[in-house]
């Protein structure tokens, strides 16, 4: 039996014997422990040398790894939910919009234009920014997302104002 196939069993049996609790473990903080599992089990391979107690060096590694993940996830909730509710898609005066009736009129437009508007309202690029990822035009990126706006607004039968931030020439 040659070092890999050592290695590859004895990770195996490790994994047999640790796995359940290792996930049981990194759900306390995180929503993914089997990748966190696995995250810490690729370190441990990749260790020069061996750690002198290898399963409580996998549940310390496992514990860092799940309690970063689930920071990242809030993180990015926050930095999601700042982005959505930065700028106003309709103007307050025009009544309550219900937030799953506009996300299916998002949702039901075709995806050239519906790539345009996520990315020119809650990712705030400019249309040159959104031309360039896109493979287009500036004056396409421009059009669409004008057809996706006045589609959005034919759809959900309420008028639609934006601040739109017009691409400045230079």
Known sequence: MGKEEQTSSWLAQLLDDHGGALVLYARQWCDCPEDVVQEALLELVSQPRMPTHVVAWLYRVVRNEAI??????????????????????????????????AAEALADLPIELREVIVARIWGN????????????????????????????????????????????TN
């Open 125 to 168: 690029l400019t249309f040159a920014e959104i031309a360039e990822i896109m493979g287009t035009s500036l004056s396409t990126a421009q059009r669409r997302y004008e057809q996706g706006i006045q589609a959005l607004q034919t759809r959900l039968e309420k008028p639609c104002t934006t601040n739109d931030r017009r691409e400045k």
């Open 68 to 101: 970063s993940v689930a920071r990242k996830h809030r993180r990015r909730e926050q930095r999601e939910q700042q982005v959505a509710t930065s700028e106003a898609w309709f103007s307050p005066n025009q009544g309550p919009l219900e937030s799953q009736e």
